[in-house]
């Protein structure tokens, strides 16, 4: 019997701090989670609450906070969060576009590689062999050097593509190349040097 009441001032509590903190929030035009409008956690607005009503029933409503809150905002939470999830994971790229791809390119031929492309030569020689239009060359992350047109192409390097303009590696002499990629390639028959 005693308890309905105190439920009743509880709520009635709770409704005029949510006025006011609407009310408060309006009047500043903040949009809610930016730095002039956070958000709010359980335990301030409990003390927000308590200190609102100066010492009266500040026990109580806490209480019905605490016991209120996680039925409300739980699932609301967790139904946000899965929801996110879910629209994140439709955007990650398929493993395809990013697993690694062992690459034989035999004498004769070019694999030429688009941006963002990074590839390792594992076995054989081979140097840059740029379009005439292309800029720069390869960034050999290793190194922190600059892979220009006729570089020697080291072994065991991850080297970049910085451009989709036509570079590639070629290899010397008559032996194959293997190449470890990552990215979009091609391999097509080498372009000739002008």
Same mark, same amino acid.
Do not use: C, H
């Given at each position: 019997?005693?308890?309905?009441?105190?439920?009743?001032?509880?709520?009635?509590?709770?409704?005029?701090?949510?006025?006011?903190?609407?009310?408060?929030?309006?009047?500043?035009?903040?949009?809610?989670?930016?730095?002039?409008?956070?958000?709010?956690?359980?335990?301030? =607005?409990? $003390?927000? /609450?308590? *200190? #609102? %009503?100066? +010492?009266? &029933?500040?026990? @109580? =409503?806490? $209480?019905? /906070?605490? *016991? #209120? %809150?996680? +039925?409300? &905002?739980?699932? @609301? =939470?967790?139904?946000?969060?899965?929801?996110?999830?879910?629209?994140?994971?439709?955007? @990650?790229?398929?493993?395809?576009?990013?697993?690694?791809?062992?690459?034989?390119?035999?004498?004769?031929?070019?694999?030429?590689?688009?941006?963002?492309?990074?590839?390792?030569?594992?076995?054989?020689?081979?140097?840059?062999?740029?379009?005439?239009?292309?800029?720069?060359?390869?960034?050999?992350?290793?190194?922190?050097?600059?892979?220009?047109?006729?570089?020697?192409?080291?072994?065991?390097?991850?080297?970049?593509?910085?451009?989709?303009?036509?570079?590639?590696?070629?290899?010397?002499?008559?032996?194959?190349?293997?190449?470890?990629?990552?990215?979009?390639?091609?391999?097509?028959?080498?372009?000739?040097?002008?």
């Amino acid at each position: 019997m005693r308890r309905a009441p105190l439920l009743a001032i509880a709520a009635v509590a709770m409704l005029a701090v949510g006025f006011w903190v609407g009310q408060a929030s309006a009047q500043t035009g903040a949009a809610p989670g930016t730095t002039e409008d956070p958000l709010a956690s359980v335990s301030y =607005v409990t $003390q927000a /609450i308590a *200190s #609102a %009503l100066q +010492g009266q &029933v500040p026990t @109580l =409503v806490s $209480q019905s /906070i605490q *016991s #209120a %809150l996680p +039925g409300v &905002v739980t699932p @609301l =939470v967790q139904s946000t969060v899965q929801a996110d999830v879910q629209a994140a994971l439709k955007n @990650l790229p398929t493993s395809s576009s990013e697993s690694v791809a062992v690459v034989s390119v035999p004498p004769g031929q070019e694999l030429v590689a688009q941006q963002g492309t990074e590839f390792v030569l594992r076995g054989g020689v081979a140097t840059v062999e740029l379009a005439p239009t292309s800029a720069g060359g390869f960034a050999d992350l290793t190194s922190g050097q600059n892979l220009a047109q006729g570089a020697t192409v080291p072994q065991n390097q991850l080297l970049l593509a910085a451009r989709s303009d036509g570079r590639g590696i070629v290899p010397v002499g008559q032996a194959r190349i293997l190449v470890l990629v990552v990215g979009p390639y091609t391999v097509q028959a080498a372009q000739a040097v002008q």
